[in-house]
């Protein structure tokens, strides 16, 4: 029986919990909104098969929720499972008298399990009435049609059975069977063989051979239509006539096609790399990896009488369950999986180290970007708390904010901000043992070089949250704010470390930004970010030396020109550039793209005048049209906050729906599908025309390419945290009024 625990019943537990009031943010009510209806979320329970030497043939699920696999060992059920919490396949010794039968297939017949041995096909239910011998002591295949009629085949002989005794048997010529499917509006059965596909009909018991070819796999009936899997793609065929219809199919995620069925009008194909199903808009949805599966070599499919999909590999089950929820249903899922497991010292940390992606296996991480990291989820509970007044919320904010200034002032630099700090004894052990420091105190340690990433995203998360919060939070950010940009406009646009010189990227100085081509990146990236700082220390803080500053820079040093150079002329450097040019524009950095993001709240937002502000914005959208083949949902929403109408609202929703909810990092493989177009190399890195879905490829923050096919290595060793990836885009939609509240049913929305 299914045990695990659905997603939305711990949700409406929490929610209730939390007494939050969600409502729209009216801030921005001329922009497009998304309605937060609900959807269907897909997420996988896994069943792994533990036995040595076992082959597994089939799964079901009865009208009672019991899942039964067919095995060589005999029946197997499921134990345990929950969503990130595996379970695994084991004997079934509910029944005694079934485990000293030679069980070798099981079906479903008015959702009751019926069972093949080598003498009958009998079931328990109907008060185990059902009990028809068999001529075909190696029987291990059956289909069941109407009136307890049941055909089934050894591979060789065929035998139809009834509870009249109206036996028929025969056999394929020339032909191994392979499968029978029966369709229930013809009455008809349908036997797949390697090389052929032939009709049996009950009413006049005959063979007649509809379709040859070569090659055969799997069979499944749909839209009056046959569909015939092969070794190399899937064709389709008249009902009536055996005719193909159309060429075969090849552009699939994969072609070596095992198994297909018909669920409800929906096309599920298994592979020998994983399973997928076709969509109404053509196109396919990937189950690939352990992210869904046990295993990737696909055995069966069926849909359960939940309403969820088992699909059985040859290393266990993976049942894919769909659960309506909305956006804001998921936002609760995420906070939960942030707070249980990825807060260290207050900071929004990757829990690593995971034993085949068992996430209490873990350890919590330092991070070069523990401070990025932290801020961006910062952010997201400041428009959190913002729209909602969660209590939840602004304790989390207080947290994360007392590890935010304990940055700064845990090392001897005035308005310094480390990258992280640890308890003492760790150095060693780290994996960057050359950037830590000790401290005064010999318990704790700290973390050096920080990094332009680190800035901008302190000055972001501070501006928010000096903007929108209303308690001593507001006063302790601007505090920050103040110390962060003194430290840099004292040491001429440089972070200057414990050692006296700049890091190796805390640099925004009219030398060293304008000393790279026009071309590169960095240019036009160090202007916007450091205007954007300047700007926001300057409204907060109201100190004319960081608007003098900014003017100075735009006025007599370029740095409006690059902030507004077009990204159509970002590239390589070429001959003009030195070395350090030349790597930093090798091909495009996604991680830049989340430092100009991160910065453009304080770009736009606290813009000195309104001729600026309207630069800015065009700045902005030209950044973010470059940018909308990656249907990226946090630089979408982001756009949003320039007032404009088009950021592709339905691509950021699209982000968010798409999203899994398993944060493990699994192995990965996209580029041997054959579904996609490849494109040549280039400099933004894109691999394909059209990006994939986000629960399709590698889990990733938004500093990554969102174009990147595979991940291996590691399989499932680590965890994620949704605090940045997720939450942040979300929460800020909301607080911009993009997003909706949660709305009540009116149907459900498309997955």
């Known amino acids: 029986m299914r045990t695990f625990f659905p997603i939305t019943a711990w949700l409406l537990l929490l929610s209730l919990s939390c007494n939050e009031a969600p ?85 479903l017949y008015q959702d009751q399990f019926i069972y093949l041995d080598d003498r009958a096909v009998l079931s328990n239910a109907w008060a185990g009435t059902l009990y028809l011998m068999h001529q075909l002591p190696k029987a291990n295949i059956i289909a069941a049609g109407k009136d307890f009629g049941f055909l089934i085949s050894d591979g060789k002989a065929l035998q139809y059975l009834t509870k009249e005794n109206n036996d028929w048997k025969g056999a394929l010529p020339n032909d191994k069977v392979l499968q029978i499917k029966f369709d229930d509006e013809t009455g008809i059965f349908y036997i797949l063989g390697e090389k052929s596909v032939t009709v049996f009909k009950p009413e006049d018991k005959n063979l007649t051979t509809l379709i040859e070819g070569a090659n055969f796999t799997s069979l499944a009936l749909w839209e009056s239509k046959l569909i015939i899997g092969t070794l190399d793609g899937y064709l389709e065929a008249s009902l009536e006539t055996g005719e193909q219809i159309g060429e075969t199919h090849k552009k699939l995620p994969w072609t070596e096609i095992t198994y297909i069925e018909n669920i409800d009008g929906t096309l599920w194909f298994g592979s020998t790399k994983g399973a997928f199903k076709l969509k109404d808009n053509g196109k396919f949805k990937y189950y690939y990896g352990k992210r869904w599966l046990p295993g990737n070599l696909v055995h069966h499919i069926s849909k359960a009488h939940d309403g969820s999909i088992l699909i059985l590999t040859d290393a266990g089950l993976g049942q894919i369950v769909f659960e309506e929820m909305t956006l804001y249903d998921k936002a609760q899922y995420y906070d939960k999986q942030v707070r249980h497991r990825h807060i260290r010292l207050g900071f929004n940390s990757t829990l690593v180290d995971l034993d085949n992606g068992n996430i209490d296996s873990g350890r919590l991480s330092d991070s070069d970007n523990d401070g990025l990291w932290t801020t961006m989820y910062l952010a997201g509970e400041v428009f959190r708390y913002a729209v909602t007044k969660s209590k939840d919320a602004l304790q989390n904010c207080r947290e994360s904010m007392e590890a935010m200034e304990r940055l700064f002032y845990i090392n001897p630099v005035p308005g310094f901000p480390s990258r992280s700090f640890e308890r003492s004894g760790y150095i060693e052990r780290l994996g960057d043992p050359e950037r830590w420091q000790h401290t005064d105190d010999p318990e704790w340690d700290w973390k050096a070089t920080t990094s332009s990433d680190e800035a901008i995203g302190h000055i972001f998360a501070y501006g928010v949250m000096a903007e929108l919060m209303d308690n001593d939070l507001k006063d302790r950010a601007i505090v920050l704010i103040d110390t962060l940009m003194s430290h840099i406009v004292k040491n001429d646009l440089y972070l200057v470390d414990f050692d006296g010189k700049p890091t190796t990227w805390g640099r925004w100085n009219p030398e060293y930004v304008n000393g790279h ?67 930093l524009s090798e091909s495009w950095n996604h991680s830049d793209d989340e430092m100009y993001y991160v910065g453009y709240w304080g770009l736009y937002r606290y813009a000195l005048n309104d001729s600026l502000k309207a630069k800015y914005k065009e700045a902005i959208i030209d950044h973010w049209e470059i940018e909308r083949p990656e249907k990226e949902g946090a630089w979408n929403i982001m756009t949003a906050l320039t007032g404009t ?82 939450l942040l885009p979300y929460w800020m939609g909301r607080y911009l009024g993009v997003i909706s509240a949660p709305m009540e049913k009116q149907g459900t929305s498309s997955e």
């Open 517 to 583: 081509p026009k071309t590169v990146g960095d240019r036009k990236l160090n202007s916007s970010n450091i205007i954007g700082m300047l700007q926001t220390a300057y409204h907060f803080t109201g100190k004319e030396k960081y608007k003098e500053k900014a003017m100075d820079l735009m006025d007599n040093h370029g740095y409006l020109e690059n902030l507004m150079r077009p990204m159509k002329e970002i590239g390589v450097a070429g001959e003009e550039g030195d070395d350090w040019s030349n790597m």
């Open 645 to 726: 109408q088009e950021f592709d609202l339905e691509e950021a929703a699209w982000y968010l729906r798409k999203h899994p909810m398993d944060l493990v990092t699994w192995d990965i493989m996209n580029s041997h599908r054959k579904d996609i177009t490849h494109i040549e190399p280039n400099f933004r890195r894109q691999t394909i025309a059209e990006v994939l879905p986000p629960d399709e490829r590698p889990v990733q923050r938004h500093n990554a390419n969102m174009f990147r096919l595979d991940r291996v290595g590691g399989d499932g060793n680590q965890e994620y945290s949704a605090g940045d990836i997720w």
């Open 23 to 107: 409502q729209q943010n009216n801030s921005s009510a001329s922009l497009p909104v998304y309605k937060d209806v609900p959807y269907r979320q897909d997420y996988s329970v896994k069943y792994h098969a533990n036995l040595d030497d076992l082959t597994l043939f089939s799964a079901h699920m009865d009208r009672n929720n019991l899942i039964q696999i067919a095995s060589s060992e005999g029946i197997l059920r499921t134990h345990d499972g929950q969503f990130l919490y595996p379970g695994i396949l084991m004997p079934d010794k509910t029944y005694r008298p079934l485990t000293d039968k030679n069980i070798t297939a099981i079906t």
